[in-house]
Structures are given as C-alpha cells and as structure tokens.
C-alpha cells in the first residue's frame, strides 16, 4: 500500500507482522528496540517537477531579478509538489533510512460483528484516501531498531474535502474498540483501537492499533491523520513512542505547511 489512510493502520501491520512471525517462528511482544527489523516499501513518486517558467518577453527586462517561487494552487498540486513536502531523511530522526526494499503482499482484511466499528472497517479496508487527486508518500527504517515510519500527503481539491477526511477517522473511531484482522493462513486475530489525542498538533487524529492475541501480541501500530489547507497528511509508526509519533507528526505538518503554503481558499 502506498502509505494511504487506509492503508495505515492494518495493511502496514499486516505486512510487517507477518514477516516476523515467519522469519521468527514466534510474535513479537511489545515492540522495543529489540524487535525483528521490518521491511517497509517506499512509494515515492519520481514525477518531474513542473517547469512553469514564465514566456520569453519581446523586450530586455529593466533588471535581473529572480522569479519569484509561486506555491501551486490546490488545483494545481502536482506529484513533485507533494514530494517536496515529504519529510528528508535529515528531519526524521537519527538511526533511519529511506526504505526502498519490495515485501511481498499479503492478503489481509478488516472486519468486525460490530454496528459501531462499519465505517472504520471500510476506511481500513479501503485502498487510498477517498477523493484524493494526487499522492505522494515515503518510508524509513530504523538501520539497527525494528522501528519505521512512513509519511504520506494527499491533495484532495479543498480545505473542506481536507478537513471532512479527518473528521471521518474521527468519526469512524468512535465506539470501535476492536476489529478483527484476517491474515490468511495465519488466522484471525482481534486488534484493539484506541484513539490517541495529539494535543500539540491542531486538526489531527490519531490512533493505536494492538493485536491482544495470538503469536502476535503485543504488535502495536500507531496511526495520524491531519489536515493542512486542502491536503491531508497521514503517518504510520512502528515502534516508536507516542510522544515521538506526536513530535514527528507536527513536524511533517509544518513542513507541508511552509512548502505548500495558503493555496486553497475553499
């Protein structure tokens, strides 16, 4: 999965999870520094960057000045802008590395008994952001720890389209204390859900996702949804700290921000 909104959550685990339970033979317990290494797919888009410069003039210009850098509307967001807004490997943190190594995929699927658990169920079971225009997404992974994260930024045309995708993680969150996840040969086994408030960074949801039974116990994923103007900026983790998962969040957030800019006015 591209690092999508659906994506997040269980796919992600799924993918990661069933790779150490097969590579170990047992689960892993909670996930510390100690845990197997996971392989997490980058799916960066290598689009071009738009050329944009403007039309020769007929006439010499009064002076040599540099073009002034025009932030794409939201109508105009391309894959090289959302790639700018990617967070670099110099502003995650130390000990990680861009992932650029191809898991196999396996088949998973959300599902639950519960009325109250339906639309987080399709949101988890879905393949991307609903309404999303243009994609852009990265992965790293911890170089000596069994930690990675993945980032992940949608245009969706509007800020209101934006803010309506959080709103529906929230929504869908409510009243969800668990889903089951179907992992093929490996079963089924019940994920607990458990909303997660980040307080330092405004228009956001957040989750943690942890497999209660089985050889997989333990198995924790912590996922983040936020708004910024017209694009929604999701973010996976594994192994890494709430408070951690919070600061990485805000950051990714303000540069989306600051590369991006006021450029939907809905």
Do not use: W
């Not at 071009?48 to 540099?66: D, H, I, L, Q, Y």
């Not at 950051?251 to 989306?256: L, N, S």
């Amino acid at each position: 999965m591209s690092t999508r909104l659906a994506t997040s959550a269980v796919t992600t685990a799924l993918t990661v999870s069933a790779l150490s339970f097969l590579l170990s033979g047992c689960g892993p317990g909670p996930l510390s520094s100690a845990a197997p290494r996971p392989t997490v797919s980058a799916t960066v888009s290598s689009a071009a960057a738009p050329s944009g410069s403007p039309s020769a003039s007929t006439s010499p210009p009064r002076a040599s000045r540099k073009p002034t850098a025009q932030k794409p509307t939201a109508q105009k967001r391309g894959a090289a802008d959302l790639n700018r807004a990617l967070l670099g490997v110099r502003e995650v943190p130390s000990g990680f590395a861009v992932s650029d190594s191809s898991s196999g995929t396996v088949g998973a699927e959300v599902s639950s008994y519960r009325r109250s658990c339906a639309a987080l169920v399709r949101l988890l079971n879905t393949d991307r952001v609903p309404g999303s225009r243009t994609e852009a997404d990265v992965a790293y992974a911890g170089t000596k720890t069994g930690a990675a994260l993945q980032q992940s930024v949608d245009a969706l045309g509007s800020k209101a389209a934006a803010r309506a995708t959080v709103e529906s993680y929230r929504t869908a969150l409510r009243g969800c204390g668990e889903v089951s996840l179907s992992m093929g040969p490996a079963g089924t086994t019940p994920v607990l859900v458990e909303p997660l408030s980040f307080r330092g960074v405004e228009r956001t949801q957040a989750a943690r996702f942890t497999v209660t039974q089985g050889p997989l116990a333990g198995f924790q994923l912590i996922r983040s949804v936020s708004q910024a103007e017209d694009l929604v900026v999701g973010a996976t983790y594994l192994g890494v700290h709430t408070a951690d998962a919070e600061a990485i969040t805000a950051k990714a957030v303000r540069k989306v921000e600051t590369t991006l800019g006021e450029a939907s006015r809905a």
